[in-house]
């Protein structure tokens, strides 16, 4: 494994690197994670890959001075960035399919066809790549992917100023919400699962000023689905979508409707006997094969 860090304006987005393959994938973070939740996976890559997972704003070793927005394009141009200095993945002299690195002169060209492998908020991500940039994207891995269907809270608290404030003021002082919780729990309007893991994101001070700084900050990352189908029935990518089919914060009936878009042919579903952990050693063979197939 390597790690590094690479530079954006007055930050620092630190990079892990497994493998020594020609074949690039890109790896995205959950939310609360880090790159280093890939390391069982980069550890038995192979020679054919080389896997490369950031610390996203907010998270792991990253140090990010830049506010409460990270643009999807300054995400890009650090991928491209950092590929630039893989020499596995460095095209050959005089490759035809060699391009230009347009937002950054100085910077050596790029190959494009990389692969991306995102996890809950990194399936969000990698969806905004695809939409941005889908010349650069051979293939999509998404596990637990956040981002195929609508969460109104989400939206509500991210995507409207008043809706914003309102988030703050209730990460300074949820007492409402937990009212509100304890009552839709008790009356069972609420799902267990769902009632354990927000009052576990809400009931530490620290906790909730993390929340409310990392969702507004990947705030930028919104996939819009029609598009996205679009490219990909477009250029007829291959999609893996991996889901846990107890999973209560991310349901893999969302897959399905995503693929009801014109792009079963090409995007295939694996639901696993567990619940939204996904990113786990026993589950290796099953996210190996997921990438290869």
């Given at each position: ?286 996210l190996l094969s997921e990438l290869t197939a």
């Amino acid at each position: 494994m390597q790690t590094g860090y690479y530079p954006l304006r007055n930050s620092r987005i630190h990079y892990r690197s497994w493998g020594t393959g020609p074949r690039l994938v890109f790896a995205l973070h959950g939310y609360g994670e880090s790159a280093a939740a890939f390391t069982f996976l980069g550890e038995a890559i192979g020679n054919d890959f080389t896997l490369v997972a950031i610390d996203l704003p907010f998270h792991g070793q990253t140090e990010w001075n830049e506010g409460l927005f990270f643009d999807p394009r300054d995400l890009l141009f650090v991928l491209r960035g950092i590929q630039a200095t893989l020499p596995s993945t460095q095209p050959a002299p005089g490759d035809p399919a060699v391009m230009p690195l347009k937002t950054d002169p100085a910077v050596t060209p790029y190959l494009p066809g990389w692969w991306l492998l995102g996890y809950s908020m990194g399936g969000r991500i990698a969806l905004q790549l695809l939409q941005d940039s889908p010349q650069l994207i051979d293939k999509l891995v998404l596990v637990a992917p956040d981002g195929l269907r609508l969460n109104p809270w989400y939206w509500l608290s991210t995507q409207t100023r008043p809706g914003n404030i309102l988030f703050r003021a209730t990460m300074r002082r949820p007492g409402w919400l937990f009212l509100l919780l304890r009552i839709g729990n008790a009356l069972r309007l609420v799902n267990p699962s769902v009632y354990k893991f927000t009052v576990q994101y809400i009931d530490d001070d620290r906790v909730r000023q993390e929340l409310y700084t990392r969702w507004t900050t990947m705030r930028g990352f919104r996939p819009r689905l029609a598009v996205i189908a679009a490219i990909i029935r477009e250029k007829k990518l291959p999609v893996r979508l991996v889901y846990g089919r107890y999973d209560r914060i991310i349901r893999w009936e969302s897959a399905e409707k995503f693929r009801k878009r014109g792009i079963a042919a090409t995007c295939h579903l694996t639901l696993l006997p567990t619940g939204h952990q996904l990113l786990r050693p026993q589950y290796l063979a099953i996210l190996l094969s997921e990438l290869t197939a």
